[in-house]
């Protein structure tokens, strides 16, 4: 289940460049992306507890159960990215940092989800737990997550495919970016750092990825 949420930024704790930088964009400095693997790690290993994110490799994935894992997303992704919207000078620091960060919003992938699956978004439940999004060092910390994210997407597409074959006729937030998945991954690894090396704020990013962590943990384990 390591494939669910797992950002691949590896090295090893010596600080030397983890194997193939080609691929990964480990050429970066990788103090802050250390320290967001390593801090996070506890709370990737309570995501693959839950129980419908596992079905997913288990062998006992549903379409219902499907429509679970899309809905659960799309009410927590929406929550924050509207809320992102909404506060329009974030928004504009952000793309300083991250032009392309409208292109990596992805509650509308997730609503095209909803829409093939036949579920009405109006429907929904509301998100009532989300993660502090106050500071751009926030909305860092949380864009790892879901960025990271990606890279996991690719194995839990095939896995889906696999499933259910032509009972789904296309997915699109578990293949958000396609072939350049790992383009877009470095691209946000060097947007990330250049932003930690600027504004100095590592520990609030940081900080900020594990409550994303955790709060998408309890909006996982209600009703």
Same mark, same amino acid.
């Given at each position: $289940? %390591?494939?669910?949420?797992?950002?691949?930024?590896? @090295?090893?704790?010596?600080?030397? =460049?983890?194997?193939? %930088?080609?691929?990964?964009?480990?050429?970066?400095?990788?103090?802050?992306?250390?320290?967001?693997?390593?801090?996070?790690?506890? $709370?990737?290993?309570? $995501?693959? #507890?839950?129980?419908?994110?596992?079905?997913?490799?288990?062998?006992?994935?549903?379409?219902? !159960?499907? &429509?679970?894992?899309?809905?659960?997303?799309?009410?927590?992704? =929406? %929550?924050?990215?509207?809320?992102?919207?909404?506060?329009?000078?974030?928004?504009?620091?952000? &793309?300083?940092?991250?032009?392309?960060?409208?292109?990596?919003?992805?509650?509308?992938?997730?609503?095209?989800?909803?829409?093939?699956?036949?579920?009405?978004?109006?429907?929904?439940?509301?998100?009532?737990?989300?993660? =502090?999004?106050?500071?751009?060092?926030?909305?860092?910390?949380?864009?790892? +997550?879901?960025?990271?994210?990606?890279?996991?997407?690719?194995?839990?597409?095939?896995?889906?495919?696999? %499933?259910?074959?032509?009972? +789904? &006729?296309?997915?699109?937030?578990?293949?958000?970016?396609? !072939?350049?998945?790992?383009?877009?991954? =470095? @691209?946000?690894?060097?947007?990330?750092?250049?932003?930690?090396?600027?504004?100095?704020?590592?520990?609030?990013? +940081?900080?900020?990825?594990?409550?994303?962590?955790? #709060?998408?943990?309890?909006?996982?384990?209600?009703?």
């Amino acid at each position: $289940m %390591t494939e669910l949420l797992k950002e691949n930024t590896q @090295g090893n704790k010596s600080g030397e =460049k983890p194997e193939n %930088t080609s691929e990964l964009g480990s050429s970066l400095p990788t103090t802050l992306l250390q320290r967001l693997k390593t801090e996070t790690a506890p $709370m990737h290993r309570d $995501m693959e #507890k839950i129980e419908c994110l596992k079905k997913i490799f288990d062998g006992t994935n549903t379409l219902e !159960n499907y &429509k679970l894992i899309i809905s659960k997303f799309y009410s927590f992704i =929406k %929550t924050v990215e509207s809320e992102l919207e909404n506060n329009t000078t974030l928004s504009e620091e952000l &793309k300083a940092f991250l032009p392309d960060y409208p292109q990596r919003l992805r509650s509308s992938l997730l609503a095209r989800d909803l829409e093939i699956l036949g579920i009405n978004k109006k429907e929904i439940k509301q998100c009532s737990t989300r993660p =502090k999004l106050e500071t751009l060092e926030n909305f860092f910390g949380y864009f790892y +997550v879901i960025e990271g994210s990606s890279l996991g997407g690719i194995h839990i597409h095939k896995a889906l495919a696999s %499933t259910f074959q032509d009972l +789904v &006729k296309e997915y699109n937030y578990f293949n958000s970016y396609g !072939n350049e998945t790992h383009a877009k991954w =470095k @691209g946000f690894c060097g947007a990330i750092t250049d932003f930690s090396s600027q504004r100095g704020q590592t520990e609030e990013i +940081v900080n900020s990825a594990k409550e994303t962590f955790v #709060k998408l943990y309890q909006h996982f384990q209600q009703p």
